[in-house]
């Protein structure tokens, strides 16, 4: 016997999304309607979502504002006036889609945080500061969209919103039940997607040193909610020295990563490297222009292939 629709609408972004969304998309079955915004695949992502009944959309990213959430909460002709975003690599389990059935009955609220599970090489990484992690991913779409942090103008970011927060009109409140966030590809994947994102937090970093982009954003406040109160500390962490090792002995020693074992070790020295990467990427804002090569021309002291010819010849 199936299970009755919950008018929820549910927005996955995908490209290349092949090994997670079988796992993803059997999740959502309770949904009553799913958009997959696809940006050009190449593998089978597109045929896996259109055989689990799901409605596929193409985004074509001109390098502008705004990105692909945005653009899909824009431009989607949504069904229902809830909608959930999911992606490729995070589950709804069915506890949380009972209580999605319960929560969106609710008058006084017009969105809700939920909790997610992350999940690396295996284990639930449940120390580290990783938990909880919570998100604004469902609200009344014509009610939420995400900030601009103004890092459009940065390139290899991709498409769409890296850890942009959603502003919303109205009152939210949180679920209890947790979604499942884990990646069934490889180490490989989790490296690219942070080399991109630490481009992306390069440019935040060199804003908050800055005082820019401060519009339209979930802005930063200690006595606000806990994302807000992680804006604020992170416009603290910017200006501290030494921030790979100390990201490190806040993730692994303070806040107890050593916990998760093996698992929370390696992912500790990860965070300490990306860390790294964007205090590197960041520099080259700052002093190169954006570009690891300052010259214009490059600077030739030897003599040209037709000047050797030349003396060759004669």
């Known amino acids: 016997m199936s299970l009755s629709k919950i008018p929820v609408s549910v927005l996955i972004p995908a490209k290349n999304e092949e090994a997670n969304?079988?796992?993803?998309?059997?999740?959502?079955?309770?949904?009553?309607?799913?958009?997959?915004?696809d940006s050009q695949s190449s593998d089978q992502?597109?045929?896996?979502?259109?055989?689990?009944?799901?409605?596929?959309?193409?985004?074509?990213?001109?390098?502008?504002?705004?990105?692909?959430?945005?653009?899909?909460?824009?431009?989607?002709?949504?069904?229902?006036?809830?909608?959930?975003?999911?992606d490729c690599d995070e589950r709804i389990t069915t506890e949380l889609w009972e209580e999605i059935a319960q929560a969106i009955q609710n008058p006084e609220h017009d969105g809700y945080y939920l909790n997610r599970r992350v999940f690396f090489l295996g284990k639930w990484i449940r120390h580290g500061g990783k938990y909880p992690d919570w998100n604004l991913r469902?609200?009344?779409?014509?009610?939420?969209?995400?900030?601009?942090?103004?890092?459009?103008?940065?390139?290899?970011?991709?498409?769409?919103?890296?850890?942009?927060?959603?502003?919303?009109?109205?009152?939210?409140?949180?679920?209890?039940?947790?979604?499942?966030?884990?990646?069934?590809?490889?180490?490989?994947?989790?490296?690219?997607?942070h080399n991109r994102y630490s481009n992306w937090e390069a440019r935040v970093y060199l804003n908050l040193l800055t005082n820019q982009g401060n519009n339209d954003t979930i802005g930063a406040s200690l006595f606000g909610d806990a994302v807000q109160r992680k804006r604020f500390l992170k416009k603290i962490?910017?200006?501290?020295?030494?921030?790979?090792?100390?990201?490190?002995?806040?993730?692994?020693?303070?806040?107890?990563?050593?916990?998760?074992?093996?698992?929370?070790y390696i992912y500790a020295r990860l965070l300490s490297q990306y860390e790294y990467q964007i205090g590197v990427k960041l520099y080259e804002l700052r002093h190169c222009g954006?570009?690891?090569?300052?010259?214009?021309?490059?600077?030739?002291?030897?003599?040209?292939?037709s000047q050797v010819v030349k003396q060759t010849v004669i």
């Open 237 to 264: 962490w910017v200006r501290l020295p030494f921030k790979p090792f100390l990201r490190f002995v806040l993730f692994y020693i303070i806040q107890r990563g050593f916990l998760d074992g093996r698992a929370g």
């Open 45 to 86: 992502s597109i045929e896996i979502s259109q055989r689990c009944g799901a409605k596929v959309v193409q985004f074509n990213f001109n390098g502008q504002w705004p990105k692909k959430k945005n653009w899909s909460l824009e431009n989607l002709p949504f069904q229902n006036e809830w909608v959930l975003i999911v």
């Open 290 to 305: 954006g570009k690891l090569n300052t010259k214009s021309t490059p600077v030739t002291t030897s003599p040209s292939l």
């Open 21 to 37: 969304l079988p796992a993803c998309l059997a999740s959502l079955e309770r949904a009553d309607e799913i958009f997959v915004v």
């Open 138 to 193: 469902l609200f009344k779409h014509k009610q939420g969209r995400y900030e601009n942090l103004n890092t459009e103008d940065i390139p290899n970011t991709g498409d769409n919103e890296v850890h942009e927060h959603v502003v919303l009109e109205g009152k939210v409140g949180y679920l209890k039940n947790d979604m499942i966030h884990e990646d069934f590809r490889d180490l490989y994947h989790w490296l690219a997607r």
